[in-house]
Every structure is written in C-alpha cells, then in structure tokens.
Nanobody
Framework: QVQLVESGGGLVQAGGSLRLSCAASGRTFSTYAMGWFRQAPGKEREFVASISGSGGSINSANSVKGRFTISRDNAKNTVYLQMNSLKPEDTAIYYC?????????????WGQGTQVTVSS
C-alpha cells in the first residue's frame, strides 16, 4: 500500500506560478513511478505528467509542456509539480498517483487532490 498526501494548491492569477507537492509513504519510494493528473469541473480526469522511479524518464501532456515540470526527491519521498505561466484553463483538482511498479505500470494509488484555481 502507498499513502499519498498532496499540498500546495491555491488561487493564483493568470501568468503566476504554483508548486504542488505529494508526500508518499508505505513502500520504497524509488521503486515506483509517480504521476500527476487533473480534473476540471464537468470534465474527465486527464494526465498531466509522470516520472520514473529514478527520475530518469519523464513525460508530460502537450497542454503543459514548457510550463509544468515534474520532479521527485527520493530522499524525501516526495514528488513535485512546478507550474509556471498558469492559465485559467489549468483550473482543476490536481491528483498525484503512484504506480504499482516503475515506468509503464498502471497507477493504483491516488491522493485526495488539491484545488488549483487560476483567475483571469
């Protein structure tokens, strides 16, 4: 089992920045991939970014490339999502997720979510 706790959400003006954090516990952190997803009102949950256990492989959605950066600190059991140049369409609940294994594995553990609101 993996427990995940997100933090760092809030209200920000368009063009601003936020950094989300997700603290994990329950398994050896470096052995599994982590991801960030988001769900806007009335929309399905969508993939934002992912990172392998070692941090050597990273992927992100086209909609956030060049603006959002995923990273992890395996010594702190924490994954981050640095969000720059935020747009109103980035408004959503952001969830971190832990995979059952490393890169390419299914995500099976989810945090409670943190709200990000970007005002125009």
């Amino acid at each position: 089992q993996v427990q995940l706790v997100e933090s760092g959400g809030g209200l920000v003006q368009a063009g601003g920045s936020l950094r989300l954090s997700c603290a994990a516990s329950g398994r050896t952190f470096s052995t599994y991939a982590m991801g960030w997803f988001r769900q806007a009102p009335g929309k399905e949950r969508e993939f934002v970014a992912s990172i392998s256990g070692s941090g050597g492989s990273i992927n992100s959605a086209n909609s956030v490339k060049g603006r959002f950066t995923i990273s992890r600190d395996n010594a702190k059991n924490t994954v981050y999502l640095q969000m720059n140049s935020l747009k109103p369409e980035d408004t959503a609940i952001y969830y971190c997720a832990a995979a059952y294994g490393d890169w390419g594995s299914e995500y099976g553990y989810w945090g409670q979510g943190t709200q990000v609101t970007v005002s125009s």
